[in-house]
């Protein structure tokens, strides 16, 4: 071998060769292999739109048939009703004709009418003689006919003519027949005409009068429902139909929660193609199902852990990891459950550490202390001032992590994020850490007051500081938060906190602002409002996850419903992770028996999330500050705005006389999101109906600018770390 010869081998190595046998022949051409016609033939029908999807489909074949034995079984009703219906519109043409109708009208409209009265007489009479004529004319051919040819001619004639009225009487759009008045209630017979979901498209004003509907995949039965997907006419969006879902399921004539609609993505949608799936009953009315995870030994924390089942009863699943998730709803809707849900699947992976602050002091969490690393339960200044040491040391951990990692070679760590093997690897000491707390508004609103490198706070703000940190920077080095709270109100949950987690979970909540707050601004209008959700919808709540869930990477949000997980399933899966941690050697802190007071460096900490005034400290220094004229606006209704007891409306006129304002007021305020409105206010001469403004809406515009500002100084602070 020269030495060009083995450079070249050396080059190639790294391409994989098969080994070639001495004295074997080489063939250098390489064969291209034919795919043979049969498959070609089938790849071809599979993918040719031409070929109808019931011939390529054994479901929709089903559905095919399905509809073909229905539609001939009610071929003879359908006949019957076309004949009457063509009876109908021949007497009407008739009765029209014979009285001269139309030159009635034009003569009457033109008002000689009694100029023309004798002519259109005349007119009446010889047509009823034509009338009478043909009658007679008729009777006597169908008489001669019926002693020629005996009563088979009747039959044929009488066939004839039904055909005929069967085709003047066939339903079509604009075709004539009385309506009723009042018609009995509406219900759902879509799957079976569908001409009838034309008209709930029009009916919901999503499509225009002379728009119709293409139908992508016929109506089918998927699950316990109805399955269709469609095409809408081109420049009608699939997203305005999502918007605008109760109102077709009111064309429909269903409850909004049997409706799924969802926009076709990716390679077999486009932003036209709706897939809706109607269920034949209320989804959530069925008992609740059981988390899965009790059929299994252990579970992965990378895996996304089993969380719910949708509409159609598909598994949901919420990844965990590199994410953190908020969790919020009013009491009693399984908020608790929900987060015992995402919890039990991190418990069941020994290499992951757990920590739990469960403010609700209740029963709930009590059995996860035998295998959490930290555990609290309690409502007092001392567990929130726990808590605070707490987060304290996680952020010098993260911190640790990060100096750690930027040591570690590019094989072991290829970026700056925690990988599966590194979790697991107990020298490295970055395990899947998970802190859970639940009503995160008892220790946000604690007003104990704490000095942070002589700035004097209260404990509510360090903690809303210290999330806020974690959320952001915690993530990618294996920290997870999960927190649930009751009162999802823009005063507790620090707005710069909301916008750094990732996953969102809203279970019923009040109103729309409450649940815009959980899920993010604007949802409702996209269709999104978890206060619409029944009371007894236990555990049925609008998940915006962060990644790919079951539904596909493009759905922004859906409905789920958590698994059923009682507290004796609860405790099995806590026991089982103890036992876990036991066989793996992982078992530390609380449950351990470790109750070592936490190292602290509260200098450092404080130094590395920064000075950054808190956003109470940001408004009072008056950083945040709002444009005219709703900063006039919001000084003038300081109390109304702060206070639940405050006014809901306040008179334009009320705001001109005591502002100094400038005629473009109205404008002005509408720019910045808030329009006047019409309401009903006592004054000196009785109750009046005024222009103003809900003090609701100058609230949320106010919190709308704030956000933007706070969102905005984030990426700025960002950067320049
Ligand atoms: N998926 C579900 N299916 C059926 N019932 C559920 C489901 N989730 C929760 N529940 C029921 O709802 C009730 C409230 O649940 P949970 O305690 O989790 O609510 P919460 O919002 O945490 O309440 P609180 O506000 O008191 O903390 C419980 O009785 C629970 O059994």
Not at 154 to 172: D, E, N, S, T, Y
Request: proline share 5%; aromatic share 6%; glycine share 8%.
């Amino acid at each position: 071998m020269t030495e060009q010869d083995r450079e070249l081998a050396n080059v190639d190595a790294s391409l994989p060769v098969r080994a070639v046998l001495e004295g074997e022949f080489v063939n250098d051409v390489p064969a291209v292999e034919r795919t043979p016609w049969r498959r070609r033939a089938v790849n071809w029908w599979r993918r040719s739109p031409r070929v109808p999807l019931w011939a390529k489909d054994r479901v929709h074949a089903v559905q095919a048939v399905k509809d073909l034995v229905v539609a001939v079984l009610r071929s003879p009703f359908r006949f019957m009703g076309a004949v009457v219906r063509g009876l109908v519109v021949a007497v009407r043409w008739w009765r029209s004709w014979v009285t001269v109708r139309d030159y009635r009208e034009a003569a009457e409209q033109s008002e000689k009418l009694a100029d023309k009265f004798t002519d259109i007489r005349e007119l009446t009479l010889f047509r009823w003689k034509v009338t009478g004529a043909t009658v007679v004319t008729v009777a006597l051919v169908v008489a001669v006919l019926d002693l020629v040819y005996g009563h088979r001619a009747l039959w044929i004639a009488g066939g004839v003519c039904a055909v005929a009225l069967a085709v003047l009487g066939r339903r079509k759009d604009g075709s004539p027949g009385r309506k009723a008045v009042l018609a009995g209630p509406r219900t759902l017979t879509w799957t079976m005409d569908p001409q009838i979901l034309v008209d709930a498209f029009r009916d919901a004003k999503l499509i225009g009068k002379d728009e119709t509907l293409r139908l992508v995949d016929r109506a089918t039965r998927r699950g316990e429902g109805w399955a269709v997907t469609v095409d809408l006419p081109a420049t009608r969006k699939a997203a305005d139909v999502v918007k605008q879902r109760e109102a077709l399921a009111s064309a429909l004539a269903v409850d909004e929660i049997q409706l799924s609609v969802e926009r076709v993505r990716g390679n077999g949608g486009h932003a036209g193609r709706v897939a809706m799936w109607v269920a034949d009953e209320d989804p959530y009315a069925k008992p609740p199902i059981r988390t899965p995870l009790l059929g299994v030994h252990r579970w992965d924390a990378w895996r996304p852990v089993p969380f719910g089942t949708d509409a159609r009863g598909r598994r949901i699943d919420l990844p965990m990891v590199w994410t953190s998730v908020l969790i919020g709803a009013l009491p009693r809707q399984g908020k608790t459950m929900a987060q015992r849900l995402a919890a039990a699947g991190l418990i069941m992976d020994p290499h992951v550490r757990l920590l739990v602050a469960d403010f609700k002091a209740g029963k709930d969490w009590g059995a996860v202390a035998q295998m959490a690393h930290r555990f609290m339960s309690g409502d007092d200044s001392e567990h929130v001032l726990t808590f605070l040491d707490w987060l304290v040391e996680l952020v010098a951990d993260v911190q640790q992590r990060y100096r750690r990692m930027r040591e570690l070679d590019d094989l072991t760590c290829p970026e700056s994020k925690v990988t599966p093997d590194m979790s697991r690897d107990p020298s490295l000491d970055m395990p899947i850490t998970a802190l859970f707390v639940d009503e995160l508004h008892i220790p946000l609103e604690d007003r104990t007051p704490v000095e942070v490198q002589g700035k004097k706070l209260t404990a509510g703000e360090y903690i809303g500081e210290l999330l806020t940190w974690l959320a952001k920077k915690a993530p990618a080095a294996g920290l997870i938060l999960v927190l649930a709270t009751q009162r999802p109100d823009a005063k507790t949950l620090p707005t710069r906190l909301r916008a750094v987690l990732g996953s969102r979970f809203a279970l019923r909540v009040m109103d729309y602002r409450d649940s815009n707050i959980i899920l993010g601004e604007q949802m409702n209008t996209r269709g999104y409002d978890s206060s619409r959700l029944l009371p007894s919808h236990k555990g049925v709540g609008i998940l915006r996850p962060d990644g790919e869930t079951q539904a596909g990477a493009e759905v922004l949000a859906l409905t789920v419903r958590t698994f059923y997980m009682p507290n004796e399933d609860w405790r099995e899966i806590c026991q089982r992770g103890r036992s876990l941690r036991e066989v793996e050697g992982t078992l530390t802190g609380h449950a351990a028996g470790q109750e070592a007071q936490p190292m602290l460096d509260h200098a450092a900490v404080a130094k590395a999330i920064g000075s950054a005034p808190t956003p109470a400290e940001a408004e009072r220094a008056g950083e945040i500050e709002l444009p005219e004229p709703l900063a006039s606006v919001v000084d003038y209704l300081a109390n109304d705005l702060d206070g639940d007891d405050g006014r809901d409306f306040v008179p334009t006129a009320e705001l001109v006389a005591a502002l100094d304002v400038e005629p473009t007021f109205g404008l002005d305020m509408a720019k910045l999101g808030c329009r006047s409105t019409r309401d009903r206010v006592p004054t000196e001469d009785g109750v009046k109906q005024v222009r103003g403004y809900a003090v609701a809406d100058i609230r949320a515009a106010v919190e709308r600018l704030r956000e933007a500002a706070l969102i905005d100084g984030e990426v700025i602070d960002d950067d320049d770390r």
